[in-house]
């Protein structure tokens, strides 16, 4: 008879471990708080080291060594039954599928391809978020960020194009930007605003007087661009982002320079997910829907 710990206990710990918190596992299951910490008090007993330590400088929640090989053990543990069974499971049965993505990656970009996966994949139940919630378990998820080794290159869909845009109203204003740079709508990423016009500048060979105005910083590209729409001011933005706009003459683009963003889009599975037939199925789908992008 194989000696194994209580599988309710494993599956608490990979989903405590995963967000670091017991909080957050007690939201995902469904249970109290109470019982997360019983379920893994369980999992210590039977393994006879402690899983969990918390920092001393805050207080906060992290695995030990031990714990983190454990982790990866029943992560990838659980990965395979997953895989295995999914092959039984009846082909015409409604497989959740559950991915995160920017808010202006899938209103602008993703939200047009969806149909062209539900048409190949009628057997998943799609879920899209543009917000992280606690209480959710991501299979797929896709990262706005700087191009960098951090990340591998199979991982990047594709790196932002920039362009300069406005409405037909500032069309006239924008021949002389320069003068106009408190109508400049930047785009805020990790508290600070992206290097968008900065970019575009250098590459169209455009100096900016010293102390000139800053413009307006806003939360996101799909807020920066829905303002330059309504006329409040010029945008450099992703043109995959603003193409339908461009061709509905929503918006102008105002100089014809396009220039190569620093940042783009990736693609990242959690490690218990890797494998799964759904997620592979996704990834390999949105791969070739890239493709197109300009």
């Not at 408190?182 to 169209?204: F, Q, Y």
Request: charged share 20%; glycine share 4%; net charge neutral.
């Amino acid at each position: 008879m194989r000696q194994l710990p209580s599988l309710n206990a494993v599956r608490v710990f990979e989903v405590a471990g995963t967000h670091l918190s017991f909080t957050a596992a007690a939201n995902i299951l469904n249970v109290t708080q109470g019982a997360v910490s019983k379920q893994i008090k369980q999992l210590e007993e039977y393994l006879g080291v402690p899983l969990f330590k918390r920092t001393s400088t805050r207080g906060l929640l992290e695995l030990t060594p031990i714990g983190e090989q454990v982790l990866d053990t029943i992560s990838r543990s659980l990965s395979e039954v997953e895989k295995g069974l999914e092959v039984i499971r009846n082909p015409n049965l409604q497989q959740r599928l559950v991915v995160l993505a920017p808010p202006t990656f899938t209103s602008r970009w993703l939200s047009a391809h969806l149909v062209n996966f539900a048409k190949a994949f009628p057997q998943y139940d799609l879920q899209i978020y543009s917000k992280r919630e606690q209480s959710t378990l991501y299979d797929i998820e896709i990262l706005f960020d700087e191009v960098s080794e951090f990340y591998a290159k199979d991982n990047l869909l594709f790196k932002e194009k920039y362009v300069a845009v406005c409405n037909q109203d500032l069309v006239t204003e924008s021949m002389n930007i320069e003068a106009h740079t408190h109508k400049m709508l930047h785009i805020r990423h990790h508290g600070h605003n992206l290097p968008a016009w900065k970019d575009w500048l250098e590459s169209a060979n455009i100096q900016l007087t010293e102390g000139h105005r800053k413009g307006i910083s806003m939360s996101t590209q799909e807020q920066v661009i829905n303002t330059a729409i309504a006329g409040g001011g010029f945008a450099v933005v992703d043109l995959n982002m603003v193409y339908h706009s461009l061709k509905k003459q929503e918006l102008i683009q105002f100089h014809p320079l396009q220039c190569r963003s620093r940042y783009g889009y990736f693609i990242h599975v959690p490690t218990p997910k890797v494998g799964t037939s759904k997620v592979e199925a996704f990834v390999s789908w949105l791969k070739e829907e890239c493709l197109s992008v300009s």
